[in-house]
């Protein structure tokens, strides 16, 4: 099932909260759509669900416009972030809940729970109480409810959003594979990035209404069109830069062409955009060889530690993400030296950034 909005349009509470969203979800692919809180991302996906008429533009599900088709009729699934289980139906109850709206046989519906239950790994749970299940277990109840009356359509807004971040991340990459398997189109709405990596085949970035930018995963992380989209992607430093003749001149010199992921388009000011992978710490001692600054903040996590080192330019010390593998007692205000990778910075014309 393929899904098309075509230049929507969403005015509410005196302003467009969406802007001219046009976009294509094609059959069984998994769409994440990211962007911060408040950018209209649960606007689009209510546009979708034909929760909320669009002010403009239409909204066609395999080629057919259901712009006016009201939610019931859409074949749509939906989870949302308080997963909102029925608390006086056991487990069962729940995931039977859409396929007895839609008349299904008492077999049919009994057999299709029991496969949506083993398919979230939740075999043999259909007499247990909603309120004894644990925070995922929930979730993966909310997630077979959804399934079970084989949507065409499968919406999520948050859906792993109320969990703690442990099992957060453990059911992320469960909820990628559970959507692959299930094989149904879905669009799932989220202001993590992690999450968005982890189910989007397809990441479309949604800031301030409008679609910022649509792509897989890699091509957002290293060919951000602007800061603004690369900063919701994940940690980025931003230099101010001018491009001479081709060349791209840093306030601590000029670049190799060899660190550039793509030439820059343009002579004149610009914006360098640096990414934790796009810089190594030089080894100690090694310092007329690289770039020099002070860490400014620290972070340990685990198998290595989040650095945010100061480098100094004209107009002020600008912060790069660092990860550190090897020395994970690096401290606040201890000088270092980077080094940029081969192909690995990206310089954004500084009237889109
Ligand atoms: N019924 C409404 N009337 C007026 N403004 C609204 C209405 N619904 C949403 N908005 C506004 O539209 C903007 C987008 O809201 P939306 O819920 O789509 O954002 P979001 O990206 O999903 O945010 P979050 O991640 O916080 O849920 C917000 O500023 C919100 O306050």
Known sequence: MSLRLDRVTVHLGGRDVVRD????????????????????????????????A?????????????????????????????????????????????????????SATRSRVAEVLDLVGLS???SRAVDGLSGGERQRV???????????????????????RALRDRLLDELAGLLRSAGVTAVHVTHDQAEAFATGERIAVV?????????????????????????????????PVEVRDGRV?????????????????????????????????????????GIGGTVARRSFRGDHVQLHVAVPTPEGAVDLPVVEHDRLDRDVGERVTLRLRDRSVIVVDPATS
């Not at 969203?21 to 034909?50: F, H, Q, Y």
């Not at 909310?142 to 703690?164: F, I, M, T, V, Y």
Request: glycine share 12%; aromatic share 4%.
């Open 124 to 126: 043999g749970f259909e």
């Open 142 to 164: 909310a997630l077979a409810r959804a399934l079970a009356p084989r949507p065409s359509l499968l919406l999520l807004d948050e859906p792993l959003g109320s969990l703690d």
């Open 21 to 52: 969203v046009s976009l294509d979800v094609g059959d069984r692919e998994v769409l994440a759509v990211l962007g911060p809180s408040g950018s209209g991302k649960t606007t689009v996906l209510r546009v979708i669900a034909g929760l909320q």
């Open 207 to 239: 800031l301030d209404g409008r679609l910022a930018q649509v792509g897989p995963p890699p091509e957002l992380w290293r060919r951000p069109v602007d800061l603004d989209v690369a900063r919701v992607v994940g940690p980025v430093g931003a230099v």
């Open 54 to 106: 669009p002010t403009s533009g239409r909204v066609e599900i395999d080629g057919r416009d259901v712009t006016a088709v009201p939610t019931h009729a859409r074949g749509v699934g939906m989870m949302f972030q308080d997963h909102a289980l029925f608390p006086h139906r056991d487990v069962g109850g729940n995931v039977a809940f859409g396929m007895r709206m839609a008349r299904a046989s008492r």
């Open 249 to 289: 001149v840093a306030p601590w010199g000029p670049l190799p062409a060899r660190t550039l992921a793509s030439p820059p388009t343009a002579d004149g000011p610009a914006t360098l955009l640096v990414r934790p992978d796009a810089v190594e710490l030089c080894l100690d001692g090694a310092e007329a060889l």
